[in-house]
Nanobody, 120 residues
Framework: VQLQASGGGLVQAGGSLRLSCAAS????????MGWFRQAPGKEREFVAA????????YYADSVEGRFTISRDNAKNTVVLQINSLKPEDTAVYYC??????????????WGQGTLVTVSS
C-alpha cells in the first residue's frame, strides 16, 4: 500500500489546516492509521491514531483538543484536522498504517510527508 499525505502549507498562528492521507494499492479499511510529525532538528513524534473502524482515537498530549483524526474508508483516506496552530506545530507530517489493525498500532507503512509551517 502507498500512502500520500497532502494539505500542508504556511499558516499563521491560530489558523487551521486539513491534512489528508490517501492510500492506494490496497484498501486500508482494516488498517489502524496514524499521524506523526518531525520538526527540524528533532526526532519524529506521534501525533494521533485511529482504529480501523474509526471508533477510537488517541492523541499526543501536545495536540489533544486541537487536532482531530478521522477516516473515510469509502475513500481510502485518513484526515487530520488541525486547529489553533502554534509555531511549535511546524513540522513535516507523515501518515502511517498498521495492516493488522492492531491497537495500539504497529506501523508498517509510511507515507511521504507534507510540510506544515506556522508563523508567529
Amino acid at each position: 500500500v502507498q500512502l500520500q499525505a497532502s494539505g500542508g502549507g504556511l499558516v499563521q498562528a491560530g489558523g487551521s489546516l486539513r491534512l489528508s492521507c490517501a492510500a492506494s494499492g490496497r484498501t486500508v479499511r482494516n488498517y489502524s492509521m496514524g499521524w506523526f510529525r518531525q520538526a527540524p532538528g528533532k526526532e519524529r513524534e506521534f501525533v494521533a491514531a485511529i482504529t480501523r473502524h474509526g471508533s477510537r482515537s488517541y492523541y499526543a498530549d501536545s495536540v489533544e483538543g486541537r487536532f482531530t483524526i478521522s477516516r473515510d474508508n469509502a475513500k481510502n483516506t485518513v484526515v487530520l484536522q488541525i486547529n489553533s496552530l502554534k509555531p511549535e506545530d511546524t513540522a513535516v507530517y507523515y501518515c502511517a498504517a498498521d495492516p493488522r489493525g492492531s491497537w495500539p498500532p504497529r506501523y508498517e507503512y509510511w507515507g511521504q510527508g507534507t510540510l506544515v509551517t506556522v508563523s508567529s
